[in-house]
């Protein structure tokens, strides 16, 4: 029994990712986002972005599509051009549900809605995934994503994520990465 224990609880500290998201690549450029003045997030965007900033913190106006960042694969939201968040309080402290909604030419193509805890001026969302394959850090590896908005000094939206990785070699030569990147959308308007 206590192999088992002891086993488990190994298991449970290596399968936990221990990435976190990058402030620097964006803390010049960043709102305060309070419980007072959470609602600011709500309002429509452009669903090109128009500044990328990628792991190394170096900026380019190559920005990709605010589907990509949160990593939607749905044919719906293929040459949408704009994105509408609507913020919603919830029960518990620092808790909202953010509901998205792409557009094509002002008629919806796709709408979701995510649970969100406001920390440190982002939302961070309920989109983490973790996908294992193998057994982890031995003969396998395990990838794992989340996002979290915030606001630009200028009241645009940014939306950054990270990606982890973890391969098998772990232990012996550090394989695996984590890369942070970050987007920012255009308001179009106040919602």
Not at 27 to 37: F, M, P
Not at 38 to 58: L, T, V
Request: aromatic share 14%.
């Amino acid at each position: 029994m206590k192999k088992f224990i002891l086993s488990s609880a190994v298991s449970m500290v290596l399968l936990s990712s221990c990435t976190t998201f990058n402030r620097k690549m964006i803390k010049n450029d960043l709102s305060v986002i309070k419980k007072e003045n959470a609602f600011n997030i709500d309002g429509r965007y452009e669903f090109k972005g128009y500044e990328h900033i990628d792991a190394a913190n170096k900026k380019s106006e190559e920005a990709g599509d605010i589907a990509r960042m949160f990593d939607i694969k749905n044919i719906n939201v293929e040459n949408c051009d704009q994105l509408v968040i609507k913020s919603v309080p919830m029960e518990k402290k620092n808790t909202y549900e953010l509901q998205f909604t792409f557009l094509k030419e002002s008629k919806t193509k796709y709408s979701f809605k995510y649970s969100a805890v406001l920390k440190n001026d982002f939302f961070i969302l309920d989109n983490y995934t973790s996908f294992c394959h193998g057994i982890p850090y031995l003969f396998g590896g395990c990838r794992s994503f989340q996002s979290r908005i915030g606001l630009t000094r200028d009241h645009h939206l940014v939306i950054q994520d990270y990606y982890d990785n973890s391969g098998a070699a772990l232990f012996v030569m550090g394989a695996g990465y984590t890369i942070n990147y970050a987007e920012k959308y255009k308001r179009i308007s106040n919602e």
